[in-house]
């Protein structure tokens, strides 16, 4: 069976997991998202029994999935012919404990027999070196151990151990508990200790999500989108991954196969302003101390569009040649050379989320002057390159222009400076960031107006038309109802939609004509459509794209709109803050209800 994308994902904010329909872990990295991915069947092309973990059931004929309500906790069932039927539970602990959260580099498994006398297999088969080799193992009476490199995993289980190594069938007569973790001795009865774990890890799940602000409409699916951008962060550091994957193509056999385990300053600023929508000020908290050590560390202000999770600058790219790729469609691709560009939306995208901090007396950490100064370097970065050419948000390879969105992101930080400089009392500061905005703004009417076209161009140099345009009016640059936007919109409509989906662009690019719509530019549409008066549209097409969700209630980045196939990594936090951001405009309001 071909992989696709109906995947599940797991996660405790130090790993993650990404689980298939038949309840098979089939992509996860240790010791963290950017790691060795130890299951890697998602990439292995035809091998797919090489870096799973699956339980097979005799027998089968059906296979149904859910959620335990409100949690990251993922349930499958698995039906035989016979009638008989077990229900694996899967989960990555987490959960306060000696006072600070324990999220072990760890995978914790559930087999239930739940009807008739099953009979199953383990296959549980970790590679190592992307790919490269299937880890070796030595066992004790109740563990296995996995020698994935310096780290082993270790397995302490009550499943019986020779089955589980030998790939035996055998029959469950009971609950059987599989911890796969750290490579030490596991404390405790494996039965008593998992299930506590799991009973643990619900509760915090469902403690977060009751403190969202969530809409009266789509609350199930604004709830399983929270949790997944959740899933994206690395808690240790702050940082939040674009996507818990790499190089699911964007589009068949395109070779635009990109590592997106890494943080993007760009899309990180749209997740916590999505979840910030919500009230999780706990993801936005952590981002900003990120924040803080990236701005620290850039010389003269200068910021790289994305950077490891822990900050680190280098992110070499290279080729997984072991891994055949998704459906075979290589390459797999490790690290980003995007990091090496200029991309000068992201002083911006730093900007906004970190002027939260000097207004939002719920932090724990407010800002304060010293942190100021600080922004204000980015800012005078922003100030000094408004107006030269960049790479531009969709990361060409092979040619820079002054894109619109990136001088419109350099606009925002300076304005947004501007709003601190008065909170903080400093009227000459407030005067210097107005009058910078101000001049930026004239050079932006100047050269991104194209009277001959009647619509803002996506950059000074080329007269196409981008998607990102559309967010003029989130970024407070234009209202809704000023001329110039409606006929920016109009034309964007007529050049980039197709059907209810948007594409990004439509000019070629290093890779040719875009074939995919990108997801995030729809929800940037369906927004467009309600902002100007076109709602019932608007809730039209958000139905539409809630349909092309997973089982899951997840996107990934990109969606062919003849087929409706998802493609792209998965799960993609710019789709997810989509349905977050749609839902909340879109919704009726409470007082409809109470």
């Known amino acids: 069976m071909k992989p696709d994308l109906e995947l599940s994902p797991i996660g405790n904010c130090q790993v993650s ?3 298939d329909r038949e309840g098979a872990i089939v992509w996860g990295c240790v010791p963290r998202v950017d790691g060795d991915p130890v299951f890697c069947s998602l990439l292995n092309g035809d091998a797919r029994d090489r870096g799973i973990w699956r339980f097979e059931l005799e027998g089968q004929t059906s296979a149904t999935q859910r959620y335990e309500r409100n949690t990251a906790i993922l349930i499958t069932r698995l039906e035989s012919e016979d009638g008989s039927a077990v229900e694996i539970h899967d989960f990555a602990p987490r959960f306060e404990r000696s006072g600070r959260m324990y999220r072990p580099v760890a995978y914790a498994r559930i087999v239930r027999p739940v009807a008739g006398a099953p009979r199953m297999r383990v296959v549980l088969a970790p590679m190592m070196e992307y790919g490269a080799k299937l880890a070796e193992t030595t066992n004790g009476t109740n563990h296995v151990r996995y020698l994935i490199g310096p ?3 270790r397995l302490t289980t009550d499943a019986p151990v020779g089955y589980v190594l030998e790939g ?5 007569e009971s609950d059987q508990h599989f911890f796969l973790g750290p490579d030490e001795p596991f404390v405790g009865n494996i039965r008593s200790e998992v299930r506590r774990s799991e009973a643990a890890t619900a509760r915090y799940w469902q403690h977060w999500v009751r403190g969202l602000h969530i809409p009266l409409e789509w609350q199930e699916e604004v709830i399983r989108a929270a949790i997944a951008l959740k899933l994206c962060q690395h808690e240790e550091t702050g940082a939040i991954v674009a996507a818990l994957t790499t190089s699911i193509p964007e589009a068949p056999n395109s070779q635009r196969n ?3 385990r890494y943080c993007w300053i760009r899309d990180s600023y749209y997740t916590v302003q999505a979840l910030n929508r919500l009230g999780a000020l706990d993801v936005l908290e952590k981002y900003l101390a990120y924040l803080r050590n990236i ?3 850039a010389r003269g202000g200068q910021i790289q569009p994305l950077y490891s999770v822990m900050g680190e600058t280098e992110l070499h790219e290279f080729e997984a040649e072991k891994l055949a790729g998704y459906r075979g469609m290589g390459p797999v691709r490790v690290g980003n050379a995007a990091y090496k560009q200029v991309q000068y939306d992201c002083y911006g995208q730093i900007v906004m989320p970190t002027a939260q901090a000097f207004f939002d007396t719920r932090l724990l950490r407010m800002a304060d002057d010293r942190d100021f100064e600080h922004l204000e370097e980015v800012g005078e970065a922003a100030w000094a390159k408004h107006d030269k050419p960049d790479a531009g948000l969709w990361e060409f390879r092979t040619r820079q222009e002054v894109h619109t969105y990136s001088a419109v992101m350099c606009w925002a930080a300076c ?4 709003n601190v400089a008065a909170r903080l009392g400093k009227g000459d500061r407030v005067i210097y960031w107005q009058e910078r905005a101000s001049a930026i703004r004239a050079k932006i009417e100047e050269m991104a107006w194209a009277d001959e076209g009647d619509h803002y161009r996506a950059s000074f140099q080329s007269d196409y038309l981008d998607a990102s345009l559309l ?6 640059y234009l209202k809704p109802d000023d001329a110039r936007f409606l006929k920016t919109f ?4 007529r050049d980039l939609r197709r059907g209810n989906h948007m594409l990004r662009y439509a000019a070629e690019d290093d890779f040719g004509a875009p074939e995919t719509a990108f997801n995030v530019c729809t929800f940037w549409l369906i927004e467009a459509l309600a902002l100007v008066g076109r709602r019932d549209e608007a809730r039209g097409i958000f139905g539409d794209m809630l349909s092309h969700t997973t089982h899951s209630g997840l996107l990934s980045e990109d969606l062919d709109y003849e087929t409706g196939e998802l493609w792209g990594n998965f799960p993609q936090t710019y789709s997810l803050v989509g349905i977050i951001n749609c839902a909340g405009l879109l919704s009726k309001p409470w007082s409809e209800v109470r």
């Open 17 to 19: 997991a990404l689980i």
């Open 151 to 153: 780290q082993a995993l």
């Open 168 to 172: 035996r069938s055998y029959r469950v």
């Open 258 to 260: 990109w590592d997106y």
């Open 295 to 297: 701005v620290d560390q």
């Open 415 to 418: 304005d947004r400076l501007a």
């Open 471 to 476: 967010q003029m009016v989130e970024l407070r």
């Open 490 to 493: 109009a034309a964007i409509e």
